[in-house]
């Protein structure tokens, strides 16, 4: 199955409430045109039930707010040394390919990095993997308008890519020596991975949610991923007169204060939220940055305790893969009106617990989730883990190869909505739909760090450059070598065939020209086949309970890949810390 990246969602059934004092005058500082600030004028007006949460929201904020600032600058001054290369060497010289190639390596969100011309044709794209875009007219689209236009740096809306899904544009002019504009060169990226650099660090420490629209009422990011790509103002979930009175507040003020009713962040419960925001952005462009706390709706925790599975895990799995196909066997039988009844009842045959049936369509759309009826209709196709593992359309891939098992973090209705590791089973009803269900893990200690991930991925697009910047089969030796820079202990990187052949595994050499494509772990999780879909979707994570050579012994372990081109993909991971 490709990946169905769009970030734009059917229905999620909420209701929010506009409380006295949310905006309006006095409760926020009106839009002036200027430039974004980082500071929170101190006469905002702060509601009075929430005094001792003010001080803290306010100093995450702003850091928030700096961080948000100083990323987007970062990435002005690379794309100016990108388009100064441009102007000095030429769009595919390569000393301009030295230069971008190096800053996207720099960032770990990055996605690709285009050379226009005058009228937003592609002339270049890097990495390789988009030479194929060399030649659009991405101008013609309106993608890259503000560029061809305005000849001046800018940061673009929310736009579909043609790979198939929503991101950012950054981008700066190319000027010769005289004078004259050439085009310009850009920066795309997913705003979920852009924001939440600066983001999670607080969301994952602190009670507090957050979440940024565009002056255009467009989510580009929150706390819960469903939200993002819905626009607030348009979107007919929320054309009621007090939730328009409420995002028209944030829209139209740069910053200030409200009171709002809202699911909590595990979709779970509606509680009352408290917010403060505030305004970033470049170049003309504001994004609201929206921070909330709820009395109820406390810190979603990440179970953090010992590294590998059980041994109960096991009498478990073994009677999962059975359960589901009940499931599976009773939608057959009964039809699928009265099998989503009796999947959604939380007193149903099929719940017990932390035991229950979800269902999906095959586009990613809810149609069964007992605990969480709030996300009912809603596409989740886009959502992903809090470690980045996009295990939705890793379900679906599964449910379409047949059935089989997968590892993500999920909320445990059974511990207050804790985070825990989960081993899920799908299997397709037809070619419609797919139930599935999961065995909590809650001994695992799923909360790898933001700096981990981050170096986790700064590592695989570092070995990916090297392969695209040099012959294969002096990469794959490389990549082999024991004693080379791509083989430290358990950071070693690893790279494969899409077929499934194995190129590269420094630690299992009598493994290299060995075909794995039905590799499967300890608990039956067919990793490989995950990594090569998520390769050949353009890159994503994978979870594996795998050997790790600094303790020769079996770990769980988070994966990233990224192909290099179509036949091959260059992989990592990270362990979880010992105890």
């Given amino acids: 199955m490709n990946k169905v990246l769009g970030l734009f969602i059917s229905g999620i059934f909420l209701i929010l409430l506009l409380s006295a004092g949310c905006t309006g005058t006095g ?67 390569p000393e301009t390919g030295k230069v971008i190639s190096d800053y996207l390596v720099k960032h770990p969100y990055s996605i690709s990095s285009l050379v226009f011309d005058e009228n937003g044709i592609v002339v270049n794209a890097y990495p390789d993997n988009y030479r194929n875009l060399v030649g659009m007219d991405l101008g013609r689209k309106g993608i890259v308008a503000q560029a061809p236009d305005d000849r001046k740096p800018y940061l673009s809306s929310f736009f579909r890519m043609e790979e198939g899904f929503n991101a950012l544009s950054q981008g700066y002019p190319v ?13 795309t990226y997913k705003s ?94 504001e994004w609201r940055i929206v921070i909330t706390w709820s009395k109820d709706g406390g810190k979603s925790v990440i179970s953090d305790d010992v590294t590998s599975l059980p041994a109960g895990v096991s009498a478990e799995y073994e009677v999962l893969r059975e359960y589901v196909h009940s499931a599976a066997e ?23 617990g932390d035991k229950y049936i979800f269902a999906y ?104 450059q090297y392969a695209q910047d040099n012959d294969k089969e002096t990469v794959i030796s490389e990549y082999n070598n024991i004693s080379g820079k791509f083989a430290e202990g358990g950071s070693y990187i690893f790279a494969y065939e899409t077929d499934g052949t194995t190129l590269a595994l420094p630690y299992q050499p009598e493994l290299i020209g060995t075909n794995r494509l039905n590799f499967t772990d300890i ?6 086949k995950l990594e090569i879909t998520e390769a050949e979707n353009g890159g994503g994570f994978v979870y594996v309970q795998y050997p790790d050579p600094d303790y020769n012994e079996s770990r769980f372990k988070l994966c990233y890949v990224l192909p290099v081109d179509e036949n091959w993909f260059v992989g990592s991971g990270t362990y979880t810390e010992s105890i």
Avoid: C
Wanted: glycine fraction near 10%; hydrophobic fraction near 35%; charged fraction near 25%.
């Fill in 175 to 187: 000027y010769d020596k005289d004078g004259s504009y050439p085009g310009s060169v850009d920066m």
């Fill in 361 to 464: 369509e095959m586009d990613g759309t809810v149609i069964a989730l007992p605990f969480q009826k709030a996300l009912l209709g809603s596409d989740r196709s886009e959502s992903v883990d809090p470690n980045g593992a996009d295990f939705i359309n890793g379900m679906i891939d599964l449910a379409e190869d047949g059935g089989g098992y997968i590892y993500y973090v999920y909320t445990n209705p059974s511990h207050d909505y804790r985070k825990e590791l989960k081993l899920s089973y799908a299997e397709p009803v037809d070619e419609n739909w797919f139930v599935g269900s999961g065995i909590y893990v809650p001994d695992i200690p799923v909360n790898f760090s933001a700096d981990d991930i981050e170096k986790l991925v700064l590592r695989v697009k570092s070995a990916r």
């Fill in 27 to 93: 409760s926020g500082d009106e839009s002036t045109g200027a430039d974004p600030q980082t500071e929170i004028p101190a006469e905002i007006p702060i509601p009075d039930e929430m005094p001792d949460q003010y001080g803290p929201m306010k100093e995450n904020f702003s850091e928030i707010i700096s961080g948000v600032n100083s990323g987007l600058e970062a990435v002005k001054s690379d794309l100016k040394s990108g388009a100064d290369a441009v102007a000095a060497f030429g769009p595919s010289s």
């Fill in 192 to 285: 979920q991975d852009f924001l939440g650099r600066y983001i999670k660090p607080v969301t994952d420490s602190t009670d507090f949610d957050v979440w940024v629209v565009q002056t255009d009422g467009t989510e580009i990011y929150d706390t819960t991923p469903e939200e993002v790509g819905r626009n607030l103002l348009t979107d007919e979930s929320y054309q009621s007169d007090d939730i328009q009175a409420f995002v028209r507040g944030v829209i139209d003020n740069r910053n200030g204060t409200g009171k709002y009713s809202f699911w909590d962040k595990e979709w779970a419960n509606p509680v009352e939220k408290y917010a403060l925001w505030d305004t970033a952005g470049i170049d003309g462009t």
């Fill in 523 to 528: 608990y039956g999780v067919p990793v490989l």
């Fill in 330 to 352: 009773f939608a057959r039988n009964s039809g699928k009106v009265e099998a989503l009844a009796e999947f959604n009842d939380i007193n149903g045959s099929f719940t017990d």
